[in-house]
């Protein structure tokens, strides 16, 4: 694209001899973001980049590559810009299909203008999707969970909504070059989308220049992968549950967004931070436990240390003695050397004081608000059943923000097999107390109470969670020390890498036999049965509607690599959401459904 749509050189940059310019709207500045650096874009020749809604001076004989979505307001400023002659040719590409009306529009108006000679390119370039990580994908589609479950939409807004998500995966599969096997639970939005999707792919793969001619790099064979949809409603929990883990505690408590965070600094300001492929920290590091992190920093920084004092020690010559010639060829090699290190070893540096930073805030953060309680105690919840009540009010009464206290009140009510009134009425008064907003409390309540399966506690038996634990990690439960605490809590998510590693195996399997089957390239009499599928799999698509996070994404990388021989599995959701931005959005639908009231502070006592 930054090459003109020409096909990239061999170190595969643009020709930097092109002088070029960018414009992209806010969208398609996200999907840019974690993929390019701004030094990356001088090395594919792109001088200056701009807001498409920004006033632009016009900068002649240039080209300008336009990324941006397929919206009305896009195309008319991209008329008004050819009209106004600001570049000297126009590039447009679009990040999913442009409409037939829009492209309609685009040429009758620069057609008007007597401008439609400056545009030399329109590409549909279906990359409407946000690439996180290699194996992690956002469609960047705000509050869906809301959306699908709010009480007042009607039909044709839930199914502008599944279409949204549809053109997303479509972008995606269009940009991976496969055409899977699709699984999901019947019922609910997992099925609109899969049934909606399986028509999107047999009508376009009916046209002659269909995205799917050619096979992808992301097949390692000829087999194609199995794409399994999922709603957040599988397992509300992983959603709101507090983590320990470096990552998911990175993203929920500092607010990692586009692979990015800005924390404060050593010496005052705010220090920003970039998490991609070139931190091999983050990569190995991302799914351990916070205190194993802070281990791992210390040994990088005593390795460090060693590292720089053999540098010093064998630059310094020997003391006492006067050169000869063959000490000062010898030590003329060890600075040369030395100097070759520097690069390797100012780099680590960086990496190592970047984490040494980030954990410092952490634990500031963990420490205000026993963090660590509260992944422990929601943890135990969840693996028991239950809490003594005095240990659940306690919580309630302690430490943490509002909303660490309304994601802890419930998973409490997640977790139990069965409500107690008396022990939800206490609960409710320790928010009041603590002045939380109860909506969100009062909203899981009466979906509870509807007998909705919410959490993998309830969605398979206890029983089923040990035999996963023994299974995935090859040893007994009897011979589990209080390491056992950390593997379960390391995989809550079981229930969505359990049920991702049986679609995967494709045996007969009563967890998963109700779920349907769709294949694209079948015969549609056969869609929606199980008889198509030919296991077991070797690769995935893991796609969360409503929201997914990475605690699920960490969860399902570990399930992949722990396989033999691995397997590859990539995660997808409509939004990656935080444990309290997730919240909200259950806050905001039990107050559209007429549930709890903002709090009174609670008078003093008389005592």
Request: hydrophobic letters at 35%; glycine letters at 6%; aromatic letters at 8%.
């Amino acid at each position: 694209m930054l090459n003109l749509n020409q096909p990239v050189n061999a170190s595969g940059t643009a020709n930097e001899d092109v002088y070029k310019i960018l414009i992209y709207d806010r969208f398609c500045q996200n999907i840019l973001s974690p993929l390019i650096h701004v030094k990356d874009l001088r090395k594919h020749g792109v001088t200056l980049y701009f807001l498409i809604d920004k006033d632009r001076k016009p900068v002649h004989d240039v080209p300008a590559v336009y990324f941006v979505q397929s919206s009305p307001q896009n195309i008319s400023r991209i008329i008004a810009d050819a009209s106004r002659s600001l570049y000297d040719s126009f590039h447009l590409n679009f990040s999913s299909s442009i409409p037939r009306p829009l492209l309609e529009d685009l040429a009758s108006g620069t057609l008007n203008s007597d401008s439609i000679q400056r545009i030399s390119k329109v590409h549909d370039q279906y990359l409407e999707f946000v690439t996180l990580e290699d194996n992690l994908f956002s469609l960047a589609q705000k509050s869906i969970y809301l959306q699908l479950n709010d009480p007042s939409a009607g039909d044709r807004e839930i199914e502008e909504i599944i279409e949204r998500i549809v053109s997303g995966l479509f972008c995606v599969l269009a940009t991976l070059a496969v055409v899977p096997i699709i699984r999901c639970s019947s019922g609910g939005p997992a099925e609109m989308v899969a049934s909606a999707l399986d028509q999107r792919l047999r009508d376009h793969l009916l046209s002659k220049n269909n995205l799917f001619s050619e096979a992808g790099n992301f097949m390692s064979s000829f087999q194609r992968p199995i794409l399994c949809l999922f709603d957040r409603n599988f397992e509300m929990s992983v959603g709101i549950q507090h983590d320990f883990r470096y990552r998911p505690l990175v993203h929920d408590v500092l607010g990692l967004k586009l692979n990015r965070l800005s924390v404060p600094g050593e010496k005052g300001g705010m220090k920003s931070y970039e998490f991609d492929s070139a931190d091999p920290f983050w990569a190995a590091n991302g799914s351990l436990e916070f205190p194993e992190v802070a281990v791992e920093i210390e040994n990088k920084l005593n390795k460090y240390k060693k590292d720089v004092a053999d540098v010093n020690q064998r630059t310094g010559g020997t003391d006492g003695t006067e050169f000869d010639g063959t000490d000062l060829i010898g030590n003329t090699k060890h600075l040369m050397n030395a100097v070759n290190a520097l690069p390797e070893l100012t780099e680590r540096k960086q990496v190592i004081d970047k984490h040494m930073n980030i954990a410092t805030v952490l634990l500031g953060e963990i420490k205000e608000r026993s963090l660590d309680s509260y992944a422990k105690k929601e943890n135990d919840m969840m693996v028991r059943g239950s809490i003594d009540r005095s240990e659940l009010l306690g919580v309630l009464r302690g430490k943490g923000t509002k909303l660490d206290k309304l994601r802890f009140a419930i998973m409490y009510l997640i977790s139990q097999e069965t409500i107690n009134p008396s022990e939800v009425e206490a609960v409710e008064s320790a928010l009041r107390e603590s002045e939380v907003e109860t909506s969100g409390f009062q909203y899981v309540k009466k979906i509870k109470s509807l007998n909705v399966s919410l959490s993998s506690a309830n969605s398979a038996s206890r029983n089923n969670i040990v035999d996963w634990a023994e299974k995935l990690y090859g040893q007994s439960i009897g011979a589990v020390t209080a390491g056992m605490k950390n593997l379960l809590s390391s995989d809550r998510q079981l229930a969505l890498t359990r049920t991702v590693e049986a679609l995967m195996e494709g045996k007969p399997n009563p967890e998963i036999d109700s779920y349907l089957a769709f294949d694209p390239r079948a015969p549609k009499s056969s869609s929606g049965s199980s008889q198509i599928l030919k296991g077991p799999f070797k690769e995935a698509i893991v796609f969360m509607i409503g929201g997914g996070n990475y605690v699920e994404y960490g969860g399902l990388q570990e399930l992949a690599q722990h396989q033999q021989p691995s397997k590859h599995i990539i995660y997808g959701t409509t939004e990656i959401l935080t444990g309290e931005e997730f919240v909200e959005q259950l806050t905001l639908l039990g107050k559209k459904m007429g549930l709890g009231v903002v709090a009174p502070p609670v008078p003093p006592s008389s005592n």
